[in-house]
């Protein structure tokens, strides 16, 4: 059984930067990614990472202050936010894939991430 743990969120003020880890264990995963959803709002995909090359693919809107990436060693992945804005509250997921290209099948808990202004 896959399990992932999320960790990394809190209360923090605008401008300031975090950082999200998501420990992965119980299978290897192709592909990692990062979603998070605001109060009334869908869940949205912000980035994905391929475990076996780090190749990395963003959402429009996370260009730019959003940077994913993994250790493979430690099975984690990891998401960086610079310049956090209040519109970036919300509960941020990991989620992961055991096959290139499928679907995640695997979903952390959720952290959450509350900007004050």
């Known amino acids: 059984q896959g399990q992932l743990v999320e960790s990394g969120g809190g209360l923090v003020q605008a401008g300031d930067s975090l950082s999200l880890s998501c420990a992965a264990s119980g299978r290897t995963f192709s592909r990692y990614a990062w979603f998070r959803q605001a109060p009334g709002q869908e869940r949205e995909l912000i980035a994905f990472?391929?475990?076996?090359?780090?190749?990395?693919f963003y959402a429009d809107s996370a260009k730019g202050r959003f940077t994913i990436s993994r250790d493979n060693a430690k099975n984690t992945a990891f998401l960086r936010i610079e310049n956090l804005k209040p519109e970036d509250t919300a509960v941020y997921y990991c989620?992961?894939?055991?096959?290139?290209?499928?679907?995640?099948?695997?979903w952390g808990q959720g952290t959450q991430v509350t900007v004050s202004s």
């Open positions: 990472i391929r475990r076996v090359d780090g190749r990395t």
């Open positions: 989620a992961a894939a055991t096959v290139i290209g499928g679907l995640y099948e695997y």
